[in-house]
């Protein structure tokens, strides 16, 4: 690493002092980066939401949307691992149930067009929630 003094270096502890200095100028910078990447995130997915675009590739960047997929129990733990069985769910149901697996298999129903059963529709909530991901191409 090769941070530049302002005087002549005196030794490692001057070479510390203006490596933290630095450092510390680097935080700041990322900070009001992170920031107005918080502030156009969603002006980006509005846009993105208005035009139906998925993604776009730009500047050796893609940038699209992830679906993030969320379930929530409406009623207690127990009587949803009652409503998975009554459904004949009960690989999805230990002792209590498994929340990734069933969000997951939750997902799959949706994507596939399939009805939810009753019991469960009357069981839990769903919600989607999308972000915005830049990556290199």
Do not use: W
């Amino acid at each position: 690493m090769n941070i530049q003094l302002d005087e002549p270096t005196r030794g490692p502890v001057d070479e510390l002092i203006a490596a933290t200095e630095h450092k510390r100028q680097l935080k700041e910078e990322l900070a009001a980066v992170n920031k107005f990447i918080r502030d156009v995130t969603p002006v980006v997915l509005e846009k993105f939401q208005a035009e139906g675009t998925q993604s776009l590739n730009r500047d050796g960047n893609t940038v699209y949307l992830k679906r993030n997929f969320f379930v929530k129990p409406r009623i207690s733990k127990p009587d949803l691992v009652e409503a998975l069985q009554e459904c004949g769910y009960e690989d999805m149901v230990y002792p209590t149930y498994d929340a990734r697996r069933l969000a997951s298999f939750i997902k799959e129903l949706d994507e596939s067009g399939e009805e939810m059963p009753r019991e469960l529709l009357e069981a839990i909530d769903t919600t989607e929630e999308y972000t915005v991901i830049c990556r290199k191409s």
